[in-house]
T-cell receptor, first 114, second 110 residues
């Protein structure tokens, strides 16, 4: 049981490039979410999903897209990378199907945009 | 917007001492969660306390909740070097969205 797995762990992009951050969980959790973590700030929700085929925006969705074709996978796409998107990105899942219960986190992707 | 705000921002204590950190929030909640984050790792869930609970224990951790003051505290007793980490509180903005504080960075000195 690997939990929540994020790849890659580190990535450097140039402004304007696109990329996909991968997130997979093997716990059959319906609820999954993406956060960004910036120094001195709490986690901010980017997008979330309550099940396959269902996604919705969080607090800071601009510049990011998500899809949820399977229960296990919830990739995050940066459409055209900007320096302001330099951050650490965390994926999380929850067994309760919503945000009310304990969240299981991956170890993050550290992304730098030059 | 930040619902939960931790206090202090940083705390440095000697091993064996108790560590207390606080979280304040702005709107009514169903529950409040505490998490730990070790350097370079993801967050790990510690305790969830519901709005109708006043105190909850888990090993060396004790969480209190005062809904009248919209505040919660996390007490770590008999601290160890392994407790060095950042600690975050989270509350629900809606059924599907959590709002997080900026965290308290705890350093345990040997």
């Amino acid at each position: 049981n690997a939990g929540v797995t994020q790849t890659p762990k580190f990535q450097v992009l140039k402004t304007g490039q696109s990329m996909t951050l991968q997130c997979a969980q093997d716990m059959n959790h319906e609820y999954m979410s993406w956060y960004r973590q910036d120094p001195g700030m709490g986690l901010r929700l980017i997008h979330y999903s309550v099940g396959a085929g269902i996604t919705d925006q969080g607090e800071v969705p601009n510049g990011y897209n998500v899809s949820r074709s399977t229960t296990e996978d919830f990739p995050l796409r940066l459409l055209s990378a900007a320096p302001s998107q330099t951050s650490v990105y965390f994926c999380a899942s929850s067994p309760t199907g919503d945000a009310s219960g304990p969240q299981h986190f991956g170890d993050g992707t550290r992304l730098s945009i030059l | 917007s930040q619902q939960g705000e931790e206090d202090p921002q940083a705390l440095s204590i000697q091993e064996g001492e108790n560590a207390t950190m606080n979280c304040s929030y702005k709107t009514s909640i169903n529950n409040l969660q505490w998490y730990r984050q070790n350097s370079g790792r993801g967050l790990v869930h510690l305790i969830l306390i519901r709005s109708n609970e006043r105190e909850k224990h888990s090993g060396r951790l004790r969480v209190t909740l005062d809904t009248s003051k919209k505040s919660s505290s996390l007490l770590i007793t008999a601290s160890r070097a392994a407790d060095t980490a950042s600690y975050f509180c989270a509350t629900e903005a809606s059924n599907y969205q959590l709002i997080w504080g900026a965290g308290t960075k705890l350093i345990i000195k040997p």
